[in-house]
């Protein structure tokens, strides 16, 4: 499968200061992508727009924090302004807040703040760049997902994931994979592709420094970038291939 050219591609990563989300912009950028720099604290994302024009990449920040409304229209509205197209978008900003509670002792409070960012600000910031994405002439949108969000991993009580409790994040993530599914569909046959990414475990602040280098992690979700026109919509995939639903 024939990746695209990366060169003169604009693509908006949310939560990219940092992380998993840093890294897929880097890689992106060291293709010849233009990369935007999602972040809700835009001196943050400043940092790490500077750390990718610094290797000679391509990048700026865009303040963007997917559970305000407003953020995320004035964030459509500048890239709208200043590049008149988006042609990748990687819904990467997220937040895992239980520590392994188990379910039985979820705090609701935390739930909720989980499924706000990690579903409905993943709609919100989806919603709001579409009609940029429209613009492209091979519009991409790559969700980040985990492994543990997969029901055929995860329901075996004999699966390695069956001791891992975290209730809102994984259910959350369900819901993307979900979504994810939901968009492919409606935007088919505009071109759009639309996949989730499992990054695997990283070693970033999320997953308190545990795991691989986010550097690893962000390879499948650069491919998944970077389809080619024969490439899938509606899958689920890591770096070795696709993943069970
Ligand atoms: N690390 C792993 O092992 C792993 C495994 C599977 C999947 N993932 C997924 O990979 C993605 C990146 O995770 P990571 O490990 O790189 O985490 P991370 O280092 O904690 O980075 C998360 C990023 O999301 C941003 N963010 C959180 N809430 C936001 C909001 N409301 N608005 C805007 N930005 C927000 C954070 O901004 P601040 O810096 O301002 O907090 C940060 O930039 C997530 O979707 C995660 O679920 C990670």
């Known amino acids: ?64 924090e997917i559970t305000n409304e407003a953020s995320v229209a004035a964030a459509a509205t500048r890239i709208g302004e200043k590049f008149g197209r988006l042609d990748i978008l990687v819904n990467n900003a997220a937040v895992s807040l239980e520590k392994g509670r188990e379910p039985s002792e979820a705090d609701l409070g935390l739930l909720r703040q989980m499924y706000e960012t990690n579903v409905i600000g993943t709609v919100a910031v989806t919603n709001a760049m579409l009609p940029m994405l429209h613009k492209s002439d091979a519009g991409r949108i790559v969700n980040m997902s985990t492994g543990l969000a997969s029901f055929a991993l995860t329901a075996s009580p004999d699966s390695p994931f069956a001791s891992i409790r975290h209730l809102g994040y994984i259910s959350s993530k369900a819901a993307v994979n979900s979504a994810t599914i939901m968009y492919a569909n409606e935007l088919r046959p505009s071109g759009t592709k639309v996949n989730a990414a499992n990054p695997g475990l990283c070693a970033t602040d999320l997953s308190a420094g545990k795991g691989q280098p986010a550097s690893a992690g962000a390879a499948v979700v650069v491919e998944l970038a970077l389809l080619g026109p024969d490439g899938p919509s509606g899958g689920f995939f890591d770096s070795r291939g696709v993943v069970p639903w």
């Open 1 to 64: 499968m024939q990746p695209l050219e990366a060169t003169g591609r604009i693509a908006l990563i949310t939560g990219a200061n940092k992380g998993i989300g840093f890294e897929t912009a880097r890689a992106l950028a060291a293709k010849g992508a233009t990369v935007l720099i999602g972040a809700r604290d835009l001196a943050a994302g400043t940092r790490a727009a500077d750390a990718i024009v610094a290797e000679g990449g391509m990048a700026e920040a865009v303040q963007i």
